[in-house]
């Protein structure tokens, strides 16, 4: 089928092109294999396919329960297939040019407390096993807020030297400098000498790692599943509800706590890898509901009996 064969050549061409990353690559390859899929059923595909279909689709994605962000990106991925279509010459018109998604939903991101960090924290220093690793994950992920495909993938290369600041490769390749603090400095250079050891007690004829955190698994470092579940390990040990603890949450409590010591919004956009200074802003509006539920439960005259606390 043409649509197939269509799709492989936009996924090539934007790992090419666009230097995407592997996740990146991988959402788009299910968004548009589920949209392919959806046609096929129906007797089309990506040549014969106008815009009625596709709204179509979007309806019965609607249908399915799925999310606005979902059905959002999931236009966003089928215009960007139509649109290479197009310029690629593979058919003379853009059927999505003209369509309009059903917008996101303004969802303000989970953070955590600066108690809930040190509790975590104080759990990887406790650990039973990779006491050492452990420290050093949490250590660098709350004190440079990188994403945790970032985290798992740093080149042991770059923490050589014990240097104050990292060069972090990010999204579509672009690289970013971010600081390390005195924790974290202290937590990886005692996780590099354990980490140092162990590789010297490798077989020989085996090449080194050259990732910080190394495995032994297809990717040849730590992967994300493997953290997410050492993570809930230590909320669990640390006494944090397990549904509030996950990667992401870090990166935003980086980011949050940084603001409410009065970080101007460009660092923090700087230093997270934000492309767009509006994505860095919703950090704002986290510290606004925050400040609301302060007043809301902390200030004498907002309590429900009319009395003050005073």
Not at 237 to 262: I, Y
Request: glycine share 8%; hydrophobic share 40%; net charge positive.
């Amino acid at each position: 089928m043409n649509s197939r064969r269509w799709a492989d050549a936009f996924l090539d061409a934007l790992s090419a092109e666009k230097d995407a990353a592997r996740n990146t690559r991988l959402a788009y390859a299910r968004d548009l294999s589920d949209f392919i899929g959806w046609l096929e059923h129906r007797g089309q595909d990506l040549s014969t396919a106008e815009a009625p279909q596709i709204d179509a689709y979007l309806v019965d994605c609607e249908a399915q329960g799925l999310s606005k962000a979902t059905r959002a990106r999931r236009l966003s991925s089928v215009r960007q297939l139509f649109r290479f279509v197009h310029e690629e010459g593979f058919r003379p018109d853009n059927p999505a040019l003209r369509l309009s998604g059903p917008g996101r939903d303004r969802k303000l991101p989970g953070t955590l407390e600066l108690s809930e960090i040190e509790a975590l924290i104080a759990a990887a220093r406790a650990s039973s096993r990779d006491r050492l690793r452990n420290t050093c994950l949490l250590e660098l992920l709350y004190a440079t807020g990188m994403r945790v495909s970032e985290l798992v993938s740093l080149p042991v290369a770059a923490v050589r030297g014990d240097p104050r600041v990292i060069l972090v490769k990010g999204k579509g390749g672009k690289e970013r400098l971010v600081p390390l603090s005195p924790p974290a400095r202290e937590a990886t250079r005692d996780w590099l000498a354990e980490r140092d050891a162990a590789e010297g007690r490798r077989a020989l004829g085996t090449p080194p790692s050259r990732f910080l955190f190394p495995s032994r698994g297809a990717l040849g470092h730590l992967t994300r599943q493997g953290f997410f579940a050492l993570l809930k390990d230590l909320a669990a040990q640390a006494g944090v509800p397990l549904d509030r603890v996950t990667p992401h949450r870090l990166r935003h409590a980086f980011a949050t706590h940084l603001l409410a010591g009065g970080a101007d919004l460009r660092s923090i956009q700087a230093m997270l890898g934000h492309a767009d200074l509006a994505t860095t802003e919703i950090y704002t509006h986290v510290l606004d509901e925050r400040l609301r539920e302060l007043v809301l439960t902390k200030h004498p005259l907002a309590r429900d009996d009319g009395q003050s606390e005073i």
